[in-house]
């Protein structure tokens, strides 16, 4: 394999790194706390990829009402409502399916926490407990994002293999 596509791969497949518990943090309970680290990773990403999954779904389903929505209640910077729509739906399709199977899990992470800032931003209203939910689903993204979506992903399956691959 060309090298400068080995480390592309290796860049874009990186689960993140073992969790480090301070040197206070008694050894023998350090695998614990990694198998911990990886199901609430695993879980952070389950239920935000349900809620924009679920949202692009509700967004197919009418595409008259989405197309109104970006028009009259949306006002998303630099973009026409119809593209603005069209990016919209996509992202909330394609993401959420990468961030839960932790395939190219900090990239999808990265682009739902950008998706998830313009919908703040871009509606003129919102209510606080819709607020919280948004700031609920930024900080676990900013966490994916930061620390890698863990070992129970496709990510950290890649990374095994092109470790073996050099």
């Known amino acids: 394999m060309p090298p400068l596509l080995h480390a592309t791969l290796r860049t ?29 990773m695993l879980a952070a990403r389950w239920v935000v990829a349900q809620a ?44 959420p399916a990468m961030l839960f199977l932790g395939l190219g ?7 739902l926490f950008v998706l998830n800032a313009v919908a703040v931003i871009s509606l003129s209203e919102i209510a606080p407990a819709a607020m919280a939910q948004h700031q609920l689903w930024g900080a676990m993204l900013l966490g994916v994002w930061l620390w890698g979506p863990g ?13 073996r691959s050099v």
Do not use: N
Not at 18 to 38: I, M, Y
Not at 151 to 163: F, H, N
């Open 12 to 40: 874009a497949a990186d689960p993140g790194g073992e969790p480090h518990a301070g040197p206070g943090f008694p050894a023998p309970l350090r695998p614990a706390l990694g198998a911990v680290q990886s199901l609430l």
């Open 52 to 95: 924009f999954f679920m949202s692009g779904l509700t967004k197919l389903r009418d595409w008259d009402i989405t197309l109104s929505l970006f028009q009259d209640e949306y006002a998303v910077p630099l973009l026409s409502p119809q593209v603005a729509a069209v990016l919209g739906t996509g992202g909330e399709l394609l993401l």
């Open 105 to 111: 899990g900090r990239f999808a992470a990265a682009g």
């Open 151 to 163: 070992r129970l992903s496709l990510d950290a399956v890649c990374a095994r293999w092109l470790s």
